[in-house]
């Protein structure tokens, strides 16, 4: 099987960051882009180094994909590492490993610690537990590789602890860009749904309180539903199954062909093989469908499950994302949760990266009377972000002008030149949280940067690499932009050193006073004043 270029451009990143000492290190991609296939092939690139590789997972059904997978792409045949069955002694070079099996510790004690010189954890937002830390640390000298769909900051943050790099990130929008994943648009509902009373543990809603506030709104969920979904194959994720159970009969009793399934479901794979052959147009559940399950033709996905964490609503939202033939795009349906707190998931967190523009999202969905494309929404909400924060930027730099500093501000640096990545940065990995070094401070003065706003020693980095960059590539200096910007110059950053210098000239010329026929305010190196 020929590789897609951006799971060829994974494969040759996980390999490098393990060639230059990064034995632990993450993959990225999203669900439905075939992070399977990728580490399939990395499987067997290890296998042909004499590597044993143990591939591991917290369910038996994506410890059965892995293996499936792994034999039909590559030949190779694995053994298991599950209840009573072990891999010791087999022939296989590749084991798919249960967690909750492997992190005994009698079990663990009878590998040594060289027998498997490679690890892929599947679903990796998982390996910060306890079981998987345990497996991983004994096998010190392993290479390990975490393999996960978009996690969230937080999910980042912890991961951290555990992994030494990021190797490769394939997201969303590039999927969908590049026409691997279907379009998503988003309705919001205008159905206010109470969440007051929520309660959270180990950092999300208690099920039974959502279960709770959710129950008295189920009808009118129906009935909107009528509105946006009834010639659509449909999938609802509720939080207990009572819940789903009682929402399965409320829509068929307004007209939709609804099924329900569930851990517990004697039928499970008939209800789910009818659903796919469109017996049924709607499938409940009670977060089932999260992981390991997949049905290209859904169109549309109900998410009645709140979630603060992103990397879960993410694979709900990614039950629907396949393509399709005949599927244009997936329909997400929104409800209006209320809630004083903002941390609750919705659209705007698939795409949006930046805290402040999701927000921004949020609220222009909301105001929208029909379906919109989230692509389409989030450059508008980008862009309406980006024009709050020049015209805060504007009150700073008049706020500087009197403070006379001889070193540039960062944020006014970084929004000069345009730079997202430096404005949003934030540290994921330990080394990246340290302290501004003594050696960074000065060459970051050198350059005319204020060191004492740069918050960490990772971000100081980044600042330090994009500054020897635009010196390599002869555009302005931080002094060239404090002092344009001064006279009332914007995002002077994107101007080259050259015309900066020149217009600086013409100003001292001047005496010190921008030339009449000039509006700095619109003013760019070679056009029109």
Not at 80 to 109: F, H, Y
Not at 143 to 165: C, E, I, K, W, Y
Not at 317 to 327: A, D, I, M, N
Request: glycine share 6%; with cysteine.
């Amino acid at each position: 099987m020929e590789l897609r270029p951006y799971q060829e451009a994974a494969r040759t990143a996980v390999e490098q960051e393990w060639a230059s000492g990064k034995k632990k290190t993450l993959l990225v991609l999203p669900t439905g882009t075939g992070k399977t296939v990728v580490f399939s092939k990395i499987a067997e690139d290890r296998v042909r180094k004499g590597d044993r590789v143990l591939i591991m997972a917290h369910r038996g059904e994506l410890l059965d994909q892995a293996a499936d997978k792994l034999h039909r792409m590559t030949g190779l045949m694995c053994s298991v590492e599950k209840a009573e069955q072990s891999c010791l002694g087999s022939w296989n070079r590749v084991t798919v490993g249960s967690v909750q099996s492997l992190q005994r510790e009698n079990r663990l004690n009878k590998f040594d610690p060289g027998y498997f010189s490679t690890i892929i954890v599947d679903e990796a937002h998982h390996a910060i537990t306890d079981g998987y830390r345990r497996v991983i640390d004994h096998f010190p000298d392993a290479n390990v590789l975490g393999v996960t769909a978009t996690p969230d900051r937080g999910d980042m943050q912890h991961l951290g602890q555990v992994f030494d790099s990021l190797a490769y990130e394939y997201s969303i929008v590039q999927a969908i860009r590049e026409g691997y994943l279907c379009k998503i648009m988003a309705q919001t509902i205008p159905l206010e749904i109470d969440m007051s009373s929520l309660k959270t543990q180990a950092g999300d809603y208690t099920l039974g309180s959502i279960d709770n506030a959710l129950d008295p709104y189920l009808e009118q969920i129906a009935s909107e539903m009528e509105n946006y979904c009834k010639d659509r194959k449909t999938v609802v994720f509720l939080p207990l199954i009572a819940t789903s159970q009682k929402f399965k009969q409320i829509l068929n009793d307004h007209g939709f062909r609804a099924a329900e399934v569930n851990g517990q479901s004697d039928d499970r794979e008939q209800v789910l093989k009818d659903f796919a052959e469109g017996k049924y147009n709607v499938i409940c559940n009670s977060m089932l469908l999260t992981e390991g399950w997949d049905c290209p033709d859904v169109d549309c996905i109900i998410i009645l499950r709140p979630t603060k964490v992103r990397s879960l609503y993410c694979q709900m939202v990614g039950r629907g994302t396949r393509l399709s033939p005949g599927k244009d795009h997936l329909l997400l349906l929104d409800f209006l949760w209320l809630s004083e707190r903002h941390e609750l998931c919705r659209p705007a967190d698939i795409i949006c990266s930046k805290k402040e523009v999701a927000e921004r999202m949020t609220q222009n969905l909301s105001e929208m009377d029909g379906p919109m494309d989230i692509e389409e929404a989030e450059e508008q909400a980008e862009s309406d972000v980006l024009q709050e924060r020049e015209n805060a930027l504007a009150e700073q730099l008049a706020a500087m002008r009197k403070r006379k500093r001889t070193l540039v501000d960062p944020l006014q640096f970084e929004m000069s030149i345009q730079a997202d990545d430096l404005a949003y940065y934030q540290p994921t990995f330990a080394w990246e949280m340290g302290m501004v070094t003594d050696k960074q401070r000065g060459a970051l003065e050198r350059f005319g940067v204020c060191p004492d706003d740069v918050e960490n020693c990772g971000k100081a980095s980044l600042l330090l690499d994009r500054l020897m960059k635009r010196a390599t590539e002869g555009l302005s200096t931080p002094k060239q932009i404090r002092k344009l910007e001064s006279y009332g110059f914007i995002r002077v950053g994107t101007w080259s050193k050259e015309d900066a210098s020149d217009m600086m000239s013409r100003i001292a010329f001047n005496g010190w006073r921008v030339p009449f026929d000039i509006d700095p305010g619109t003013y760019v190196p070679g056009g029109a004043a």
